[in-house]
């Protein structure tokens, strides 16, 4: 395994119990560094964005509970494995989370996903929530909830709670993030300890306008918009 400078090379301990991160190899690293230069063009940046988001999803669904199954080889013999026990969903807050769609339909085909519209104000940075469109049985599906910034918590709790409101118990929830903080990590667990949070890496702080430091910036002008 290649190592890592030893600046970037640990990852943070003393995190909520509730939070898995991805482990710190060369090529996570190296892909974080690229969504981190400013120089980095949107396609470029895309193409980096779409690639850790496949490692948080495929991480995410190794955290799905799964049910003994026994099934008939082509040899004829009966093979004692096992699938997964329940159903799922994705569902994106719009509008960075999008991005992360793609990634989760290329691992789980025909997936439903459902759209939650939070914007951070940009002056106070408080989150507030516009629309939510969500699967009709989303009760009974586990929830991949899609953002891949976490800076004060706000956007995620306010979408956890539209999740509450609609009858998803907290431990059928899973949040993918891709770069998150420790204010955010600790304002989810204090609000919502049931909670799962794979995150990519987690970063030092926020600085005084609410953004993740070192941080990549505003993710959703750069994957969506920036020239
Ligand atoms: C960004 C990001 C998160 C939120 C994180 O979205 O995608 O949703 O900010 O910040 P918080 O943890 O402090 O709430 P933004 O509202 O800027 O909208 P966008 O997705 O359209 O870029
Ligand atoms: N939203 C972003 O896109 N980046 C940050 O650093 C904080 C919120």
Redesign the pocket.
Known sequence: MASLPAHIGAAPGNLPPNVCQLPRTGQLAALLTGLRNKETSRGAFVFYADRVNRLLVEEGLNHLPVLEKTVTTPTGLEYQGVDFEGKICGVS?????ESMEAGLRECCRAVRIGKIL???DEET?Q?KLFYAKLPDDIANRYCLLL??????????IKAIEVLLDHGVPQERIIFLNLVSCPE?LKAMYDAYPQVKIVTAWVDEALNEH?YIVPGLG????RYFTSS
């Open positions: 807050i719009m509008r960075a989370g939070i914007q951070r940075a989150a953002d891949p910034m976490l800076a004060t918590g706000g956007s995620a955010g609410k505003d993710f959703g002008d």
